[in-house]
């Protein structure tokens, strides 16, 4: 059987999985031993407590990790560590580890890269291959726990933020997301968990319902519809009023505080004025932003903020009673942020 063809397993709940191993005439209590090893990134063979047997079938029929390795490079700046994967069908994907005193953070792709179309953004040059499933995306952490498992660690906290729109994969996401948090699995909490959208409306609307209270990050990057329509093509279709009406749905709904992502781009979107407008538009939903200065990508004519705009844009977002963090740019010697790594390996595959 070729990989394409093989069962993903660890994308499986245990009643799914449970299913799977009683049609090979397997008893019930299996499916915990064999969702336990799964998600700890045991190969077949390694499933000491099965039948030799049942390991050698389920190595023949399925795949324990749809997600391999293919290359790790560590930033010498901060220890950050830029991650190549391959999919079973050869597609490559990327994520990014941060070390942080407090824990490791993994930054996982949803998408094999994106159809949003935003102006500033790498994954999205050359449009979306596919949606990655569940499986995919939960062997992204165990492959990165197999990374850090040298120095006795794990993943503590996941990001949905590398490439890919995460609400235009909606049920894969929300699977991943219920089966992440199960015990006897990798058992993360939704507290640990911050998903980021461009602003998927509809699908905002749906995900407050859902039980899954995560952090919410909405990459905003504009103060208005009139400079968001240029720079994020998903305006067009959800203006930003409906956006931001979602957004206090989301907060009513989980009590969790909205994190606000703004790339500062040189003279498009980081005036003082643009902070104040955002401070009125914003008044009464508890908000955190993060400002990114722009990470420069070679195919686009836009540029970073300089240092002075996005201190001052900090400072009239604080002054008007909410908090701005200036995200610290980690892993700048990798080609860390979304996309670019991917890229890079693609291109240079094309001209071998
Ligand atoms: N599709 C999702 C998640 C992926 S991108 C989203 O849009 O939120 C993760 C974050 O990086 C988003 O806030 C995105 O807008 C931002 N981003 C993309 N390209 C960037 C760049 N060149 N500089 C700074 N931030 C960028």
């Known amino acids: 059987m070729n990989e394409m063809e093989k069962t993903q397993l660890l994308g499986m709940t245990p009643d799914e ?3 799977h191993l009683k049609a090979l005439g397997q008893p ?18 390694q499933m000491s407590n099965l039948p030799k047997a049942l390991r050698e079938t ?13 290359e790790t490079i560590e930033s010498k700046l901060d220890g950050t560590i830029k991650l190549l994967y391959r999919l079973p069908d050869g597609h490559v994907i990327e994520g990014v580890l941060m070390r942080y005193k407090y824990g490791n953070t993994l930054c996982l792709s ?21 949606s990655l499933t569940p499986a995919e995306m939960l062997g992204q952490i165990v492959c990165a726990n197999g990374v850090l498992a040298p120095q006795g660690q794990k993943v503590g906290n996941i990001v949905l933020m590398g490439s890919g729109e995460p609400l235009d994969n909606y049920d894969n996401v929300v699977k991943f997301l219920r089966i992440l948090r199960m015990e006897g699995g990798l058992c993360i909490g939704m507290r640990s968990v911050s998903l980021s959208t461009c602003g998927l409306v ?19 990057h504009a103060p208005n519809d009139e400079v968001r329509d240029r720079i994020m093509p998903v305006n067009k279709a959800y203006p930003s009023e409906e956006l931001l009406a979602a957004c206090r749905r989301y907060y009513q709904a989980t009590s969790r505080r909205i994190s606000f992502e703004y790339a500062m781009i040189d003279g498009v979107n980081d005036r003082p004025e643009d902070a104040k407008e955002l ?33 001052a844009f900090q400072k009239t977002l604080e002054d008007g009673g909410v908090t701005a963090t200036v995200r610290r740019t980690l892993g700048g010697d990798i080609d860390a942020s979304c996309g670019q790594l991917r890229r890079k390996y693609n291109q240079s595959k094309e001209k071998r």
């Not at 389920?58 to 293919?70: G, R, S």
């Not at 009464?284 to 990470?295: K, S, Y």
């Open 58 to 70: 389920l190595a023949e029929t399925c795949i324990a990790n749809p997600v391999a390795v293919l």
């Open 17 to 19: 999985l449970a299913a």
């Open 28 to 45: 019930a209590f299996r499916a915990k031993q064999v969702f336990s090893w799964l998600h700890q990134g045991a190969a077949f063979e």
């Open 202 to 220: 509809e699908n905002m609307r749906r995900f407050a319902e859902e039980d899954l209270p995560v952090t919410l990050s909405l990459s905003l």
């Open 110 to 130: 949803t998408q094999v890269g994106c159809r949003m179309g935003c102006a500033f953004c790498a994954s999205t040059l050359d449009g979306c291959a596919r």
């Open 279 to 311: 401070l009125r538009r914003l008044k009464g939903l508890p908000a955190h932003f993060n400002l990114i200065p722009l990470n420069h990508v070679e195919e686009s004519p836009l540029k970073p903020s300089t240092r002075a705009a996005v201190a």
